[in-house]
């Protein structure tokens, strides 16, 4: 493996594609359909998108070398074939990437704060840079906090585009056109799905890790609580997303949305099912890695979900 190879396996660039399809989706299928309706440009537009959504992906590049780099000792037992510092990259490289992909992001944001209306994106930047560290150092190995702060970091994708449209309450208030309930509304949807659906995903990975996880001390959920009650709580939020979900195809269906209801079904709601199903039966670091993989599908597909927002507006 060269070296830029084993950069990409470390940044995780699946999880960096996610980040970019995420922010990408949303600015293309809701904010721009409802501010293209009241004839106004939002903040971010143009080319001001592509630093905003590379900001955020170097954010999270780093965060994952940092994560990496602190972890490297569970990871030789947890998954000793997917290391890849002191292996291909050397320790003090990934510091430096580190450091040189928080700084960029960093930049990006006093880019777009110069060149908008928004005063708040590079200090933003720096506190997920920060609270990513924070996260890799300590929370990671605590009980539930370093789970919550992963699943809000990556819900934060979302809600900083809407932040960025409504930071300012005196800019809508010129603009009296702009449906901002809506944008609101498709902002509290979408980061809800992202933070309890990745709420799941980080219990059900500690549950794949926990044998490397106790062995250095760490109290995440598994070890603290045990597996069982690990299950339990990863049930229950299930069954409140379904739940969410279904209410949601409900409402779908009185506005006859047909097709969005058709897809929530089979490629959200479905799949969800299947991911309860399988957690009772699971036993081993395989059998929760499947599942940990079926919930990365349902995110993808939750992710596109949004075009049919676009093509419904249109």
Known sequence: MNQILALFRLA????????????WMFIYAIVEPIFDAAHVVPNIHGHLIFPLILSYVLIAAGGNIIN????????????????IIDKYITRRWAIVLHILFSLISISLGVYIDNETKIHFLAFANFV???????????????LLSGNVMI??????????????????????SNKPTINVQKLLRY????????????????????????????????????????????????????????????????????????????YAVILIVAPLILVFKKLSAAQTP?????????????????ILSMIFFRLYAS
């Open 12 to 23: 995780r660039w699946p999880n960096l594609l996610f980040i970019a399809l995420t922010q």
């Open 68 to 83: 990496d780099y602190f972890d490297l000792n569970i990871d030789h037992i947890n998954k000793p074939d997917k290391v």
């Open 128 to 142: 997920c840079i920060a609270l990513s560290f924070i996260y890799s150092l300590s929370l990671k190995k605590k």
């Open 151 to 172: 699943a809000f970091l990556l819900c934060w994708v979302i809600i900083v585009v809407t932040v960025c449209e409504t930071e300012q309450f005196a800019f809508f």
């Open 187 to 262: 902002t509290y949807l979408y980061a809800g799905f992202a933070f309890i659906i990745n709420l799941i995903r980080e219990v059900v990975k500690d549950m794949e890790d926990v044998e490397g996880d106790r062995v250095y001390g760490c109290q995440t959920m598994p070890i603290a609580w045990g597996i069982n009650a690990a299950k339990v709580f990863v049930a229950v939020w299930l069954v409140i997303l379904i739940g969410i979900l279904v209410l949601l195809i409900f409402y779908a269906l009185q506005t006859k949305w047909w097709l969005f209801s058709l």
């Open 286 to 302: 395989k059998d929760y890695h499947g599942i940990s993989s079926y919930i990365k599908m349902v995110m993808f597909t939750g």
